[in-house]
C-alpha cells in the first residue's frame, strides 16, 4: 500500500486519497479509506440544489456532485499543522463520546510528545466531525457512539464495529490537511456503516454455520454485501482468496480485471469493493459506461431507500456550511 504522504504538506488541488485496507487492531476491528488518486480540478458552481426535491430533480444523475464536492470542500477549509514529523505508526490520539449532534468528554491516550499539536487542536477535531453531520442526517446514523482521532499509519479514515452493535468513526488528523479528501473518506466509511450494520447481519448460535459467505460476521442473505458478493465476486473469489498476503499477486489479480473495479484497491477485498462503489455511487455522476466497475456502482440504484439516501447525502454536501462561532 501506499503510504499516507499527507502529513507534512497541504495535498495539493486535484488529489484525493482512496486506497484501501482492513486492519485488526488490539483485537478490533478497523476498515480504512487510505490514498492517492487523481482527481479532476473541478470550478465552484455559482449555485446548487437548494433542497432534497430540487436535487431529485437537477441532479438525479450527479450533474451537480462534483462541484457540490469543490464547494463542500471550501467551506470546509484545511487544517494546516507545522511541518513537524514523520509519525511512523498509528497512534491513537483522542475519544470523543457521541451524543447525536454533538462531541463531548474527549479521552486523551497515550502518544508521542511529538503528536501533542495534534491531539490538542480541537478545532480541526470539530471542523471535521461537524461536516460529517452536516452532511448525514441524524436519524441516518444510528447506533454512532465515538467519535476518535489518530495520526499517523497506512490509513486515512476507519470504521470501527462495536460488539453492542454500535459503531465508531475514526479519522486520520494528518488527513485532514486536504478537505477534499474529506468527503470521500467520510462517505467511505458510512458505507461500511450502511453494509455492515446489524440490520445486515443474520444472528448465529454458538457453533452454527454462516450459510452466507462469512465476510463478516454473517450477512443476511438479501444484505446490500451478500447480494453485490453473489452478483460481482462469487465467480473470483477463489482465485481472490489465493492472493491474500501476496501484495504482487494482489496487484496482478487487480490487472486481470481492473474493468471490474472503479479504483485499484477496490480490489483488495469484497467489503471494500462494496465500499468504494458505494462512495462512487455517491459523490460521482450515475455510469453510463457497461463495464462491471459501471455496473457495481448502478447496483445502489435498485435500492429505493439508497436512492433517497444519496439524495439527502448530496444536499447535504451542496448545502453544507460551517456553523457560526
Known amino acids: 500500500m501506499r503510504k499516507n504522504e499527507n502529513n507534512l504538506l497541504p495535498v495539493l488541488a486535484g488529489i484525493f486519497t482512496s486506497l484501501l485496507c482492513l486492519a485488526i487492531i488490539g483485537g478490533s476491528v478497523y476498515f480504512g479509506v487510505q490514498y492517492f488518486k487523481n482527481r479532476p480540478v473541478v470550478e465552484i458552481p455559482e449555485s446548487v440544489p437548494e433542497s432534497v426535491d430540487q436535487v431529485k430533480a437537477e441532479c438525479a444523475d450527479g450533474q451537480c456532485i462534483e462541484g457540490c464536492v469543490a464547494k463542500a470542500a471550501r467551506a470546509v477549509g484545511d487544517g494546516i499543522y507545522p511541518s513537524a514529523m514523520e509519525p511512523g505508526s498509528e497512534s491513537l490520539l483522542v475519544s470523543y463520546k457521541v451524543d447525536g449532534n454533538a462531541i463531548s468528554d474527549p479521552s486523551y491516550h497515550s ?30 446514523r444510528p447506533g454512532l457512539q465515538e467519535f476518535d482521532i489518530y495520526a499517523g499509519g497506512e490509513s486515512g479514515a476507519q470504521f470501527s464495529p462495536t460488539d453492542d452493535g454500535g459503531w465508531i468513526l475514526r479519522f486520520n488528523v494528518l488527513a485532514s490537511t486536504d478537505s477534499n479528501y474529506l468527503t470521500d473518506a467520510l462517505i467511505h466509511e458510512y458505507g461500511h456503516f450502511i453494509t455492515l450494520n446489524p440490520t445486515q447481519q443474520v444472528p448465529l448460535k454458538t457453533g452454527e454455520a454462516c450459510p452466507q ?27 481472490w482468496t489465493g492472493t491474500r498476503g501476496d501484495p504482487n499477486a ?76
Open 250 to 325: 494482489g496487484y496482478q489479480f487487480y490487472l486481470r480485471y481492473s474493468d471490474q473495479f472503479v479504483t485499484e484497491y477496490a480490489a483488495s477485498q469484497p467489503l471494500e469493493d462494496i465500499a468504494e462503489s458505494w462512495t462512487y455511487f455517491i459523490i460521482r455522476p450515475k455510469p453510463t459506461g457497461d463495464t462491471v466497475a459501471d455496473q457495481k456502482v448502478l447496483f445502489f440504484y435498485q435500492f429505493p431507500e439508497l436512492v433517497d439516501l444519496r439524495y439527502q447525502l448530496i444536499y447535504g454536501i451542496c448545502n453544507y456550511e460551517p456553523p457560526t462561532q
Open 111 to 140: 502518544a508521542p510528545a511529538k503528536l501533542f499539536v495534534y491531539a490538542h487542536n480541537n478545532g480541526v477535531h470539530h471542523r471535521i466531525w461537524d461536516y460529517f453531520t452536516g452532511v448525514v442526517p441524524l436519524t441516518d
Open 213 to 239: 459467505e462469512a465476510l463478516y460476521e454473517c450477512p443476511a442473505p438479501d444484505s446490500y454485501a451478500n447480494q453485490f458478493f453473489e452478483k460481482f465476486w462469487r465467480s473470483i473469489y477463489h482465485e
